[in-house]
């Protein structure tokens, strides 16, 4: 978005929301990373002979993290799957539709984000920890789940409310191209 338009406020709002989806993008790209050194310690360590202890599950915890703080990043840069042919065949009703699909998705990510950070207070609460060797409380790798959840109900708000006042987004993706031709 253009923020030469917007006024100061607006303009530092919107710098602060685009550097928390970039640094959660950052974050899952560092949890990949961590899985793909996972990966690599378990082959190594089964090549001399020996075993690392609870390295698939770490692998598993690092999956839902990256998972989780991708879904911002990722939807404003287009990634997510969309609705583009209905909204394309919508005509001058799409930013209706557009409205429409933000709000459903909003809500939900929101009720989503709310049961999230509900699970790791009450794993908390509940020492509940993890079946596998490693015996992890389950609220650590939970909270990348919460957090990731609330990062992207918030890039959903976000989008609804510069559709609903600015008639644009940031959830920007490929065209679909014309092949009728």
């Known amino acids: 978005m253009n923020t030469k338009a917007q006024p100061k406020g607006i303009a530092l709002l919107r710098r602060c929301l685009d550097a928390i989806y970039l640094s959660s993008g ?10 793909l050194l996972l990966i690599v310690l378990q082959m190594v360590a089964r090549w001399v ?28 840069n287009g990634s997510h799957i969309r609705v583009n042919l209905l909204l ?6 799409r930013r209706l539709g557009e409205i ?13 984000a709310r049961y999230a950070i509900k699970t790791v207070l009450w794993s908390r609460i509940l020492n509940d920890v ?7 409380p389950l609220w650590i790798p939970q909270m990348s789940m919460a957090i ?12 609804l409310v510069s559709v609903v006042f600015a008639g644009t987004h940031s959830a920007h993706a490929e065209e679909v191209e014309d092949r009728s031709e």
């Open 26 to 35: 950052f974050v899952a790209a560092f949890f990949l990373i961590l899985i």
């Open 49 to 76: 002979g020996m075993i690392v202890p609870g390295a698939t599950e770490y692998a598993g915890y690092c999956m839902a993290a990256a998972s989780f703080f991708a879904f911002a990043y990722a939807l404003n």
């Open 88 to 93: 394309g065949i919508m005509g001058r009703y």
């Open 100 to 112: 429409w699909c933000f709000a459903i998705a909003a809500a939900l990510a929101i009720y989503w």
């Open 130 to 136: 993890s079946q596998g060797q490693d015996a992890t």
């Open 148 to 159: 990731g959840s609330v990062i992207f109900a918030v890039a959903l708000v976000d989008n």
